[in-house]
């Protein structure tokens, strides 16, 4: 079946530091991918998407860009702050399929 | 703004209740999702349904049943609450599956059974 799978562990680092957070996926055909985070306290918000091979997506600084050669959607941020501290969840949905499935997440914690 | 309302932030239950969880969007979605969500688990879902009436199982749906009469309402039923159904539970809504579809999530429900 379809599937999501996010780097194990949560993520600490420091404010200003570089994160990648990876995300594989598997799937049977092309589906759409996103990024979800999830701040303390809230439910979930859709970060970025893209919806076919090579398109990135990009908010807030955060890029992601839709692999088919290597079934990956990997996270990156350039300069993370503490603002960003949060809970990031990969996910993919196919047309036509109504159900989105979902990584384990990723806890994010980025220090003064 | 669009906006996905579950009717409780918090909610303390006996083990063997029987326990509500509303759940209602204002965006005309067909689409709408229970998970639940548990440390080193991720989101798991339970039910979703992609019309009125019409429901499907998730990867959990064992001890749960869900209602949908109206579209914008969607419930998630705990026939007989049990401890280790203690989670974070989150209703979703998306409309009908496209390439740019996207779920639009509630701020969840915090369930204890005691």
């Known amino acids: 079946g379809n599937s999501v799978t996010q780097m194990e562990g949560p993520v600490t680092l420091s404010e200003e530091a570089f994160l990648t957070i990876n995300c594989t996926y598997t799937a049977t055909g092309y589906p759409s991918l996103f990024w979800y985070v999830q701040y303390p306290g809230e439910g979930l918000q859709l970060l970025l998407k893209?919806?076919?091979?090579?398109d990135k997506g990009s908010n807030k600084g955060f890029e992601a860009t839709y692999r088919k050669e290597t079934t990956s959607f990997h996270l990156e941020k350039g300069s993370v702050q503490v603002s960003d501290s949060a809970v990031y969840f990969c996910a993919l949905i196919f047309y036509g399929n109504n159900r989105l499935a979902f990584g384990k997440g990723n806890q994010v914690v980025v220090i003064p | 703004d669009v906006k996905v309302t579950q009717s409780s932030r918090y909610l303390v239950k006996r083990t063997g209740e029987k326990v509500f969880l509303e759940c209602v969007q204002d965006m005309d979605h067909e689409n709408m999702f229970w998970y639940r969500q548990d440390p080193g688990l991720g989101l798991r879902l339970i039910y979703f349904s992609y019309d009125v009436k019409m429901k499907e199982k998730g990867d959990i749906p064992e001890g749960y049943s869900v209602s949908r009469e109206k579209k914008e309402r969607f419930s998630l039923i705990l026939e007989s609450a049990s401890t280790n159904q203690t989670s974070m539970y989150l209703c979703?809504?998306?409309?009908?599956?496209?390439?740019?579809?996207?779920?639009?999530f509630g701020q969840g429900t915090r369930l204890t059974v005691v």
């Open positions: 893209a919806t076919k091979a090579d």
């Open positions: 979703a809504s998306s409309g009908q599956a496209r390439p740019n579809t996207e779920a639009f």
